[in-house]
């Protein structure tokens, strides 16, 4: 069935880069998705990779993604305190519009 | 930011009773959904909707109902409120199938 994971939880020190990986299992979604989710709000989408690439940047964001393995990861370079959030990585399974997240890994940047 | 709010934002209800959440969007568009997030699950699809009249179920979507009879509105009704249903409510729009959605900024509803 549809499922992705994320490990729960990540913490690192400000000007590190962070590291967050996701694995998912259906390989028919043509995009696959980084949200992020600040203390009481909703979800903002960071960045999202086509199912045909293998990477992508976007200024202190790279993501991977490995098909073959059906894992993607989303590095964020040079971390800063502000970017202490929940992270959602998200599939979208045959392309209907809907989403399946998964748990959200929990970035703690200390100064 | 995309022009989504909900309605309420914080509710506290009793177990049996109705309720009804609102997502209002001035993008006019066409796809629309509610998630809730629960500690643990991420987010999760309740029910969704591809049009003015056009709504289908998502990955949890027992004990919820939803219609759409304008373009602009998505409501969310729990018909009998229970406490597994405690939890923070999500709206979504996007344009179609393929493209980004956009979030409102959530719905606490806590059934005692």
């Known amino acids: 069935g549809e499922d992705v994971e994320q490990s729960l939880f990540l913490s690192v020190r400000e000007g590190d880069s962070s590291v967050i990986n996701c694995t998912y299992t259906?390989?028919?979604?043509?995009?696959l998705y980084w949200y992020k989710q600040e203390p009481g709000a909703g979800l903002q989408l960071l960045t999202y990779?086509?199912?045909?690439?293998d990477m992508k940047q976007d200024q202190r964001l790279t993501v991977l993604l490995n098909k073959k393995d059906k894992h993607l990861s989303l590095r964020i370079a040079d971390t800063q305190t502000g970017d202490s959030a929940i992270y959602f990585c998200a599939e979208s399974p045959g392309n209907t519009g809907k989403l399946i997240f998964g748990q959200g890994t929990t970035l703690q940047v200390k100064p | 930011d995309a022009g989504i709010t909900q309605s309420p934002r914080h509710k506290v209800t009793e177990t049996g009773t109705p309720v009804t959440l609102r997502c209002h969007q001035t993008e006019n568009h066409r796809y629309m959904y509610w998630y809730r997030q629960d500690p643990g699950h991420g987010l999760r699809l309740i029910h969704y909707s591809y049009g003015v009249k056009d709504t289908d179920k998502g990955e949890v979507s027992d004990g919820y109902s939803v219609s759409r009879s304008k373009t602009e509105d998505f409501l969310l009704t729990l018909e009998s409120a229970t406490s597994s249903q405690t939890s923070v409510y999500f709206c979504a729009i996007s344009e179609d199938e393929y493209n980004e959605q956009f979030f409102g900024p959530g719905t606490r509803l806590t059934v005692l």
């Open positions: 259906d390989s028919s979604s043509t995009y």
């Open positions: 990779i086509f199912s045909n690439m």
